[in-house]
T-cell receptor
């Protein structure tokens, strides 16, 4: 049972345009959501997070939106840069339970110059 | 500040053997988690240790075990290796207390190949 799903395995976008990555979850107990970026041969790197009490969190070029009623979150990257080319994972957790993260399958983003 | 260090980076074992992987977290981090990454299953949670106690456990068989030492360093062990255990094993550390922050700092992983 996949509790966190990223339905788009890949995304190609032109440099300077917006990248939108989507993620759906099924477990209503999740109260904390995160995005990680992964380059080849490296471990994932934390990007941005959002608590379930918020619907938006922004950090520079990265914005995460949360729609609790739809159990859906998205990551917007504006403007996209070639260095953003990587695999992006969304993850969810129940904060009171510690750092057990449930990850989606990942979306590979390619930003074309 | 040194990052999360995992050893060994690469190893090859045969079926039936056992393996021990090591992880040194970022200084001051008391939470250490382990994840298995495979092409088919993605990133799957194995277990988390906090102050030497296992705080969370994923859905893996008992062949997978771990521990954390008083200096927060952690080891995981896989016994009776199977071909399907071939994967990248990632260790991650985190600051914070009883409640999770979710903001994990990952090591580069240990690539295990089982022949």
């Amino acid at each position: 049972d996949q509790q966190v799903k990223q339905n788009s395995p890949s995304l190609s976008v032109q440099e300077g345009r917006i990248s939108i990555l989507n993620c759906d979850y099924t477990n209503s107990m999740f109260d904390y959501f995160l995005w990680y970026k992964k380059y080849p041969a490296e471990g994932p790197t934390f990007l941005i997070s959002i608590s379930s009490i918020k619907d938006k969190n922004e950090d520079g070029r990265f914005t995460v939106f949360l729609n609790k009623s739809a159990k859906h979150l998205s990551l917007h990257i504006v403007p996209s840069q070639p260095g953003d080319s990587a695999v992006y994972f969304c993850a969810a957790s129940v904060r009171a339970a510690g750092n057990k993260l449930t990850f989606g399958g990942g979306t590979r983003v390619l930003v074309k110059p | 500040k040194a990052g999360v260090t995992q050893t060994p980076r690469y190893l090859i074992k045969t079926r039936g053997q056992q393996v021990t992987l090591s992880c040194s977290p970022i200084s001051g981090h008391r939470s250490v988690s382990w994840y298995q990454q495979t092409p088919g299953q993605g990133l799957q949670f194995l277990f988390e240790y906090f102050s030497e106690t296992q705080r969370n456990k994923g859905n893996f068989p008992g062949r997978f075990s771990g521990r954390q030492f008083s200096n927060s360093r952690s080891e995981m062990n896989v016994s009776t290796l199977e071909l399907g255990d071939s994967a990248l094993y990632l260790c991650a550390s985190s600051s914070g207390g009883q409640a999770g922050t979710g903001e994990l700092f990952f090591g580069e992983g240990s690539r295990l190949t089982v022949l």
